[in-house]
């Protein structure tokens, strides 16, 4: 506990992307409010540069390597937006980045990362080919590991959404975010517990991928074997070795989604909001809806994660 | 030109509007700015109440009612955003909305009326069953009628529009907006020329409704029949005999937009600015995107004019 990042570490960060990150607006909804019976005041990263929050704790991760360990180059492996994230953020420092990805992954999500300069390396569909096409990568470029949510430098950055909403929207009771690998909900706890505001943090994960969920109330790290969601960036098969102490310890509860109440909550924001958000980005409202929080009535922020959907493959 | 509404009705329609309408944000999206070549600044309108500016002279005009003519309620034509429009600000007031809608709307577009506790009043499909279906009703009711277009207190209130976007975004060169009855554009000439700016005021129609171009460019007001467009809200037969002159005079340009660079726009503000629009919305891209109109290189503030659209019937 005494090595997590604190709210000092979350300021440098926003202080450090802020020349280049999109400071995204705060956007409400009455016909939504009166679904849920709260006031939600929604943090809209799928207006963020690469349409998600991704972005922040690429850039942090990016802009914190010293000149001798940028000038290898960076390295991930990813196949949604963190790859892009890391692509355009190398892109910004002008070192080069190497995405690992699957050759199965989704075509524009290749397009994204070769549109913002990435090199594409290909690996097979298991969590091994990954592993070992990475390790391949780092051992003949040197080139520095970003991990997608398990490194302190992502943490922080992507903290860095619920500390401008927290600073924009006074009085707010809740923050609300998806939980995939844990990088954006622990980052938003250790910026809440940092500003010694009584605000919660609640994160939200579809059913069909329960593993938080589960590692928080059991208090053991558990993990999911190729969860089967709709909501694709939140497919990380366990919280991290950095990020579940965190949520185990700041967060307040983690409720669960359905995947029918994920579409709805999606289509509700693109009807009602005129918002384009990918599945993820609904689960948060999609939990609210559909569980007893015990938030009625409360301020809440919503982040909504990412905007990145194909339109020729939309699920109504 | 003297009964004109002057800069002082605007900022009187803003005044009166701005305890119950969105200030609605600007977005701006580089990867747009780089196909057109320009700077782009987007009103979003799309965010307003409604899902559109016509909430903007809607309201204006049920709010300048004196008390005693308010009291029998306000009807008028619509079979899309107005209508809706109407609908709210009247039940904001407290008073009766009578909107005629063919039977044949949309079914979405009744459920929003119905929804902002309007009346519907049923009519036959042609512009003579509307037209007496209005006189019937309000030789019944005695109510208001307040025209989607023709009508000052509409263009002032949709004019504060522009207003908002030339004092947010300094050093504008340009609006465009799209053109369907000339409400919009009208409003947004008569506030750009009232501030004395050197801020053009261009607007875009689609080319199979073609009728406001043709009235610009010959000097006579022309009408188009039944215009079989997907920008459903720009489907307005002609001007109208009160936006028509102000269009003439103070409006620098009318570009065309085919229907496939419509649809090619909206799926661009979609994918990458990752707002909902409207095809309505995307015809003032789509002119910029079509046309050589010298505007390369220049700040263009763009009206992104609403956001409603059926979600089971996209046009790709």
Redo the contacts between chains.
Sequence with gaps: MKDWPTLVDIERAAKQIAPYAHRT?V?RCSAIDDIVGAELFFK?E??QKV?AFKFRGALNSVLSLDEKTAARGVATHSSGNHGAAIALAARMRGIAAQIIMPKSANAAKRRAVRGYGGTIVDCGPTLADRDAALAETVAASNAAIIHPFNDYRVVCGQGTAALELAREVSHLDAIVAPVGGGGLISGCALAMHGLSSNIQVVGCEPAAADDAYRSFKSGTLASVLAPDTIADGLRATSLGSLTYPIIQSRVSDIALASEAGIVCAM?LI??R?????EPSSAVALAGLMENELALGGKRLGVIISG?NVD??D?P?
Aim: aromatic content about 16%.
């Design positions: 607006p956007l809209c799928n207006f349409g289509r693109w009807e909001m005129k918002v384009v958000v905007g339109l020729d939309l109504w």
